[in-house]
């Protein structure tokens, strides 16, 4: 019995830590989502050196299901949801007591420098979109899966991953969280818009496309100026 209740104790004293351990993971699986978009990224690009082709059509193909539907639209969100709370109220986000244990430069590598890389990404290589309607159904499939992960965490545990969430009621986590679907969906909008703006028509594969200043001297070759 003495064995037992000595067991039972050391469970308990350690719940805490394993419940903030857990927290912290569940903060910091969408920056594992950026680490594995661009380790996919870096991938297709040795592939494509190595093998001297410009198309590795599934690790392609993969990489940019992982951007457009994910990486970009979470990021994005990532960013404008934690500076908007942390602007308002920082204790909801990111508490003071956490300078102690993340330097600052650590908190930007979170929250701030995801959007800059993945802009540059839009800028710099185009992007296949998939159909709008299976690029919101894994948008979707994807929240879920987080919100499911958050909600978990806390009926194991009892502590949320971000303190905001402990001043909701449970209908107010349900607004919250269908907002900021709404939020996701609409981010995802403005990156598919800018990605066909910089790269090309909407319904074509931006890989393919010829840019717009040669279809213009194709055309100005084929037509011969008349007299």
Same mark, same amino acid.
């Given at each position: 019995?003495?064995?037992?209740?000595?067991?039972?104790?050391?469970?308990?004293?350690?719940?805490?830590?394993?419940?903030?351990?857990?927290?912290?993971?569940?903060?910091?699986?969408?920056?594992?989502?950026?680490?594995?978009?661009? *380790?996919?990224?870096?991938?297709?690009?040795?592939?494509?050196?190595?093998?001297?082709?410009?198309?590795?059509?599934?690790?392609?193909?993969?990489?940019?299901?992982?951007? +457009?539907?994910?990486?970009?639209?979470?990021? +994005?969100?990532?960013?404008?949801?934690?500076?908007?709370?942390?602007?308002?109220?920082?204790?909801?986000? #990111?508490?003071?007591?956490?300078?102690?244990?993340?330097?600052?430069?650590?908190?930007?590598?979170?929250?701030?420098?995801? =959007?800059?890389?993945?802009?540059?990404?839009?800028?710099?290589?185009?992007?296949? #979109?998939?159909?709008?309607?299976? *690029?919101?159904?894994?948008?979707?499939?994807?929240?879920?899966?987080?919100?499911?992960? =958050?909600?978990?965490?806390?009926?194991?545990?009892?502590?949320?991953?971000?303190? =905001? %969430?402990?001043?909701?009621?449970?209908? *107010?986590?349900?607004?919250? %969280?269908?907002?900021?679907? =709404?939020?996701?969906?609409?981010?995802?909008? %403005? *990156?598919?818009?800018?990605?066909?703006?910089?790269?090309?028509?909407?319904?074509?594969?931006?890989?393919?496309?010829?840019?717009?200043?040669?279809?213009?001297?194709?055309?100005? +070759?084929?037509?011969?100026?008349?007299?």
């Amino acid at each position: 019995m003495s064995v037992l209740s000595h067991r039972s104790s050391d469970q308990a004293a350690s719940r805490p830590s394993s419940a903030s351990e857990m927290a912290q993971e569940a903060a910091w699986e969408p920056q594992l989502l950026q680490a594995i978009f661009f *380790g996919v990224a870096c991938l297709d690009d040795v592939l494509k050196r190595i093998t001297g082709r410009k198309n590795i059509k599934f690790v392609t193909a993969f990489r940019d299901l992982l951007f +457009t539907t994910l990486a970009f639209p979470v990021s +994005t969100f990532i960013f404008l949801s934690f500076w908007t709370i942390f602007l308002y109220n920082r204790e909801l986000v #990111y508490p003071r007591s956490a300078d102690a244990i993340f330097p600052v430069w650590l908190n930007h590598a979170m929250h701030t420098s995801i =959007v800059p890389l993945s802009l540059l990404e839009i800028v710099l290589r185009p992007h296949h #979109y998939p159909s709008r309607k299976a *690029g919101l159904t894994l948008l979707a499939a994807g929240s879920l899966a987080y919100i499911s992960r =958050v909600l978990w965490i806390y009926s194991e545990t009892g502590k949320w991953v971000y303190p =905001v %969430f402990a001043k909701l009621s449970p209908v *107010g986590l349900a607004v919250f %969280f269908s907002l900021s679907f =709404v939020l996701s969906a609409g981010i995802y909008l %403005f *990156g598919e818009k800018l990605n066909h703006w910089k790269w090309g028509r909407k319904d074509a594969d931006p890989r393919t496309q010829v840019p717009q200043e040669e279809k213009t001297n194709l055309k100005e +070759t084929a037509d011969p100026e008349r007299d």
